[in-house]
């Protein structure tokens, strides 16, 4: 293996995003995946490799090149995991949720780091920001970065936890709007619908936020795991986020549910006032269908058939009758 720095970068290949080694805080070379082992290997160099969505081929060659656990490389090939932090031997294996705004909605991913002595690979599915900005912010950085592995897992999960943020203040700015509308205006069926959506959408955050917890936990204070006691503060920093992000969530929910109630109960209350115009205009054109169901019973002796102002005086009491059941029926807001 040469020492030199390679004079030409290697060709990119489908998958990875970025392959390099450093040492002392400084990028060495960028590197073929084929030659992580080998510098992997060297004292006081690590290997950061960077994969999007890899085929099996490709894992299978970062496997053989760092020693990598065929089941965490199994794992890494599906892109459905639950949030966890693994141990096998003197490496680690991290799964964590990513989110992002896609066309209004929530859209999730996966993200899953190989951490061990001399090399951190970055495995990306699905929704998720790319990672060359945590490159670069610790490429500016060379005494943070001359920490090696831990520093760069510790940038690589704070980064995922501070793109949560985006996620949850543009949802926040959805249910401001939406509660707006619930208070002031008459809600559609459409609006009540997103409601519950986005109910579920943060339900669905919440989960994939909340095991971050456990893990930078675990990451902070376990003696038993390969992570350098000088670096294991700055992960009490991401379980703070998280948990800022975690109360966001859960503040934004319980809007969410007051929201919800209080557009059933309007719809409830708009439901019962047209009932009660409806009862109301029964009860008054009820009086003249029952005075017109008395005179069209044809019976032969009715006073008020001889009467010459009979029609008159049953026109005038209809008239009268009706008018003080509108009149009661506005005064107690039924009409």
């Not at 964590?96 to 002595?117: D, N, P, W, Y």
């Not at 690979?121 to 950085?141: K, M, N």
């Not at 029964?282 to 009715?302: D, Q």
């Amino acid at each position: 293996m040469p020492d030199q720095v390679p004079t030409k970068p290697p060709k990119p290949e489908p998958g990875v995003v970025a392959s390099s080694v450093y040492a002392k805080g400084k990028r060495i070379a960028d590197i073929p995946v084929d030659e992580a082992g080998q510098w992997q290997k060297k004292s006081g160099h690590v290997v950061w490799i960077g994969l999007f969505e890899p085929g099996r081929e490709l894992l299978n060659r970062v496997k053989r090149q760092l020693n990598l656990h065929p089941l965490a490389i199994e794992d890494a090939e599906k892109a459905h995991q639950h949030p966890k932090i693994e141990e096998y031997g003197d490496a680690l294996f991290i799964v964590a949720r990513t989110a992002q705004m896609v066309s209004g909605k929530i859209a999730f991913g996966e993200t899953h780091l190989f951490v061990g002595k001399g090399y951190v690979v970055s495995v990306r599915h699905g929704a998720s920001a790319s990672y060359s900005t945590v490159r670069e912010h610790c490429e500016s950085c060379q005494k943070m970065l001359s920490h090696g592995e831990d520093y760069i897992l510790y940038k690589i999960l704070d980064f995922i936890v501070d793109n949560y943020t985006p996620v949850v203040e543009a949802v926040r700015k959805e249910v401001e709007v939406l509660e707006d509308r619930v208070l002031h205006e008459k809600i559609s069926t459409r609006q009540v619908q997103r409601l519950y959506a986005l109910r579920r959408e943060l339900l669905k955050l919440r989960n994939a936020v909340l095991p971050l917890v456990d893990i930078c936990r675990r990451l902070e204070h376990a003696e038993l795991l390969p992570i350098d006691a000088e670096m294991r503060s700055h992960f009490r920093d991401v379980t703070d986020h998280i948990q800022r992000v975690q109360d966001g969530i859960d503040s934004l929910r319980e809007v969410l549910a007051f929201a919800f109630e209080a557009s059933l109960m309007m719809g409830q209350a708009q439901q019962s006032a047209v009932t009660r115009k409806l009862a109301a205009w029964a009860a008054i054109l009820a009086v003249p269908t029952a005075v017109a169901g008395i005179y069209g019973m044809n019976f032969e002796h009715m006073p008020e058939l001889k009467w010459q102002y009979g029609y008159f005086a049953i026109l005038a009491l209809i008239v009268a009758l009706c008018g003080f059941l509108y009149y009661r029926f506005k005064r107690n807001d039924w009409l």
